[in-house]
């Protein structure tokens, strides 16, 4: 029988498939995420599904039921760069632990399950997150495929390399009777181990905004211009950077990131001439998140103004806070309980192909402990025990699910 212990060494199987040597890379459709499918393919089969591969990429293993209805279950495989081995992979190896035991007792439940390892969600390599998900979800935005990535292959491209059709992505959305989806992964956060809890129920995802600010000023000698004027974008930059870290302490509850700050032309004894830098804001009520990115564009173009820059704001992505269904988040709390743990929920401030999936159908979630609330690092961790208890409770909810 599969357990927590069984998980974590499949963990680390697939956190030697990157694309760099020594830290977890693996994007979107790449060499690296062929050789995770590879080991998740034969995982699949094992627990006795037929596997697909549909055309953005996704890892599709079915083990059908009695019933014409199907739950969805699964996470995501790609990471972001120099990650930590549980976020996303640990949904989809708990997913299949789940359905081998179903397998290894010769049961059937009166609906199918199909478990999901979604192709890409952190949108490492095109910046656009979701990609699998929305897929499936049929929310997938066909502008997506003339993305470029770093190297300059458009995401067309990559989708046919990885022996996808781009063309045929709207055959990938989900077209049967669904039951919901249910996503098993990391909390991201310290609220479990500060509770001294395995696992919790999530009740609700933040909603979230992300996208591109582009400064650009006059790149000049470091040396020779004066300092009035001077037109340095990474002056700029630095001043919003600080902006949106004390706009982010003004709502309980809000978050706001700059992650990502690219400098022109990045040379020691040259003003920089342009700074390109990312902005990630969340809030569990959408009315907040809207606000405060209102108020940061704002003073976004007005730095531009007062330091006679040009400013370009592109959106990358927008996702409303997302409920979890009712019912189901009912029947996974029972599942807690059944499997004599306390019952928690609470909020995810991170975002998970849930959010896109409630597009779908109805979706929830159970969060396991993590240790320091660490993710998106290598210092990701789990205890095998916590591992086991997520097993538990997902089996006691598939068959609360099979009750008439």
Request: negative net charge; glycine residues 10%; charged residues 25%.
């Amino acid at each position: 029988m599969i357990d927590g212990r069984v998980v974590v060494e499949r963990c680390d199987v697939l956190a030697a498939c990157t694309e760099e040597p020594g830290r977890i890379t693996r994007p979107f459709a790449s060499d690296a995420m062929r050789r995770a499918h590879q080991y998740v393919r034969e995982w699949m089969r094992q627990a006795g599904m037929t596997v697909t591969r549909d055309n953005i990429g996704n890892l599709r293993g079915r083990y059908e039921g009695t019933g014409d209805a199907t739950l969805l279950l699964g996470s995501h495989l790609d990471s972001v760069r120099d990650a930590g081995k549980y976020d996303g992979p640990l949904g989809v190896m708990v997913a299949l632990a789940a359905v081998q035991r179903l397998h290894d007792d010769a049961r059937q439940l009166p609906f199918a399950i199909e478990v999901l390892a979604f192709a890409d969600e952190e949108g490492l390599r095109y910046g656009s997150t979701y990609l699998g998900s929305r897929a499936v979800a049929g929310t997938f935005d066909a502008s997506d495929l003339e993305r470029t990535d770093s190297a300059g292959v458009t995401m067309a491209e990559a989708i046919r390399a990885f022996g996808g059709d781009p063309t045929r992505i709207s055959d990938d959305r989900w077209g049967g009777d669904l039951l919901g989806y249910c996503e098993v992964h990391i909390e991201q956060g310290p609220v479990l181990e500060a509770r001294a809890l395995p696992v919790g129920v999530v009740s609700a995802i933040a909603g979230q905004s992300r996208m591109l600010i582009e400064l650009t000023g006059q790149a000049g000698h470091a040396g020779t211009v004066p300092m009035d004027r001077r037109r340095d974008a990474l002056a700029a930059a630095a001043e919003l950077v600080l902006a949106v870290e004390a706009a982010a302490t003004t709502q309980p509850g809000l978050v706001a990131t700059v992650g990502m700050l690219d400098v022109e032309p990045g040379v020691a004894n040259v003003i920089p001439g342009r700074a390109t830098l990312s902005l990630d804001v969340r809030h569990p009520d959408d009315r907040v998140r809207i606000e405060a990115c209102e108020t940061l564009l704002a003073r976004t173009r007005e730095l531009a103004k007062r330091r006679k820059l040009a400013v370009e704001i592109r959106a990358l992505s927008e996702n409303a806070a997302v409920r979890c269904e009712p019912r189901l988040v009912s029947l996974l709390t029972q599942a807690v309980k059944n499997s004599k743990q306390q019952p928690l929920e609470l909020t995810s401030g991170a975002g998970h192909d849930a959010v896109a999936m409630s597009a779908l159908t109805g979706a929830c979630m159970l969060f396991v402990r993590c240790k320091g609330g660490v993710s998106h690092n290598p210092a990701e961790s789990v205890t095998a025990a916590d591992v086991s208890v997520a097993i538990d409770v997902l089996g006691r909810f598939l068959d609360l699910l099979a009750r008439p």
